[in-house]
């Protein structure tokens, strides 16, 4: 990528920690993060990234890859004082080349990416460059009500007391953070609103995937809505059951498959196996499935954040069907242009009722298009998260 030519000369440069590598773009926090470095490395922003493994090259990036030298099974976590995911990713070799890296150069700040970083708490001195905290999620909030949607009694103890953890290692990092970035405005108010807060600032994702073009449905088009998602976390899990158990037989009924893309594990793909479900796997490529059907669905009961699945659905110009409160930070033509429901059950009648009223299908996607189509700029996101990281910095 081509810097920008309008970007400030920038000297220093940033030492960003997350979990896995972002260029891959599997999951989620992987898009947000990857498209957020994208636009950094394009206005002149240098990074080295630490992580435990390497990915595809993005522009201004130096990855120091760290692996760990063998598996860490994240049950053996659950006595430490940290929460189990984030004692699995803090091994010694990664925290001895933060130790490393933090004396070998004059960094501009300190960026965690994510709470399952904050084992770096430990290692960062008093006198370390500013630590930015990049929050994909009120981690305490959203884990606990994971925790409370588990079936299994015991899971649910074990989740509810990792949760706890969680809880606090997200206070101690926002009482350490000279700035903490938020994916939508319910999470930068909560994070505002903790003691000793912060400069909190408001993030919300860009887009820099493909865009069709104006394509109407037709008749020919299959009576089909998509799912896509990667189904390894918990509360993806948990939403994908609801939907399989709750929406599922109600669109089978009426002729309506439900076709789920993305990594499903394979005993709960098993379990939810019935008429009207069909699960693709992972695909290389979005668009011929989404030009396949009638809606894409947002349909998660637990989760928070802001959906990113929503943005493939709109720029491949899909209508979406999505639960009520799962459309924040969307603008407002784009919630005004969607299906909603307050449960996945009351989504799949609305679904059933107006899957065949192309008229207004045809009317939802475009309307929707127009709302978002300069609404999620990357190089917006860089700018601003540069200017707030000069506040820290005024003699940069």
Known sequence: MRRDPQSPAIHRPLLWLTVSHPGARHAGN?????????????????????????????????????PPPHFRPRALGLASAWPASVWQAAHPRLRHRLHALLRAEDWRAVVIDQAACGWALQTLPADAPPLVYIAHNQEGAVRTAVADGERSALKRLVMRRDAAKYARLEDSLVRRAALVTAITAADAEAFAASPH????????????????????LSPATPRRVVMVGRFEWQAKQQNLR????????????????????????ETLRHDLERPGLRFAGRVADLAPHLANARFGLVAEDVGGGFKLKTLDYIFHRLPVAALADNLTGQPAGVIANALLAETPAGLAGKVAATIDNLE????????AFQAARAAFDWSDRARRFLAALDRLNPND
Request: hydrophobic residues 45%; aromatic residues 4%.
């Open 242 to 265: 609801r939907w399989a158990e709750d929406a599922v037989p109600l669109l089978a009924a009426a002729g309506i498959e439900t076709e789920v893309l993305g990594t499903v594990p």
């Open 197 to 216: 807060a912060p400069p909190v600032l408001e993030l919300t994702p860009g887009y820099s995937g493909p865009r069709a073009s104006a394509s109407p």
């Open 30 to 66: 992987q898009v947000y993060s990857g498209g957020l470095l994208d636009a950094l490395g394009a206005l002149g922003q240098a990074v080295t990234l630490l992580t435990r493994d390497d990915g595809p090259p993005i522009a201004g990036l130096r990855v120091e890859a760290v």
């Open 360 to 367: 207004r299908l045809g009317k939802m996607q475009e309307n």
